[in-house]
């Protein structure tokens, strides 16, 4: 009888310890993204990206962040370079923020839509979890094209059941201050703000298993 309610013992403690780790194994964090993440016209460091590393240190999250982002980067150059940071970084999540410079070309949406989609496709075949950065066109883009862009994030995330930080740039948008003399690149001023839209989305993820 002691045998047996030992080894019982012995199997519940073994699930448990397994549990623990498997939810305690730091997690690498990829980040796909344009200028908007590669700390474009402020200091190393500065960028919410950055910040990001930060917090995950403060709040004793154990997760390397790998920012391959790249200034100028579409949906196709990220749906392009996608294979290869899945094979070389192995990551347990990705952050996907694209999609701004299609926009500002003025590129056919269902096309940044379709290489958002395949990142996303490629980043769960790979046994990644996925969070979805939103972005918004400014209004002199034409309401028609702005609304759809802006909704094609909205249908990514509802179609891939992928959650969805829905605008990053928002209360950074509103502050014109808050921008460099391109009027396009936030300040590192705004970068905690950026953070702030991102982290409530991303947080959840890092905390699953």
Same mark, same amino acid.
């Given at each position: ?29 990829? *980040? ?5 993440s ?11 990206v950055?910040?990001?590393? &930060? ?37 347990? *999540?990705?952050?996907i ?11 056919? *949406? ?5 290489n ?7 980043s %769960?075949k ?13 209004? &002199?883009?034409? %309401?028609?094209?702005t ?7 909205g ?14 740039l928002?209360?950074?948008? &509103? ?7 391109? %009027? ?26």
């Amino acid at each position: 009888m002691f045998n047996k309610v030992y080894s019982f013992l012995a199997v519940l403690l073994l699930s448990f310890s397994a549990a623990t780790n498997a939810y305690s194994a730091s997690k690498t964090v990829l *980040v796909v993204g344009d200028s908007l993440s590669a700390e474009y016209g402020i200091a190393r460091g500065t960028g919410w990206v950055a910040l990001l590393e &930060q917090r995950l240190k403060e709040q004793k999250l154990a997760a390397t962040v790998v920012n391959a982002s790249v200034s100028g980067e579409t949906t196709s150059g990220g749906r392009t370079r996608m294979p290869a940071l899945l094979s070389k970084h192995k990551p347990d *999540v990705v952050v996907i923020e694209l999609g701004a410079n299609d926009g500002l070309r003025g590129l056919p *949406v269902p096309a940044a839509e379709s290489n958002l989609r395949a990142m996303i496709d490629a980043s %769960r075949k790979a046994g990644a979890r996925v969070l979805l950065v939103g972005m918004r066109m400014p209004p &002199q883009y034409g %309401r028609d094209y702005t609304d759809r862009f802006f909704a094609m994030y909205g249908t990514l995330s509802k179609e891939t059941k992928v959650p969805l930080a829905p605008f990053m740039l928002d209360g950074v948008a &509103q502050k014109p201050e808050w921008f460099q003399a391109d %009027r396009l690149h936030p300040l590192a001023e705004a970068h905690p703000t950026i953070l702030g839209n991102i982290w409530p989305h991303l947080q959840p993820i890092l905390k699953s298993k």
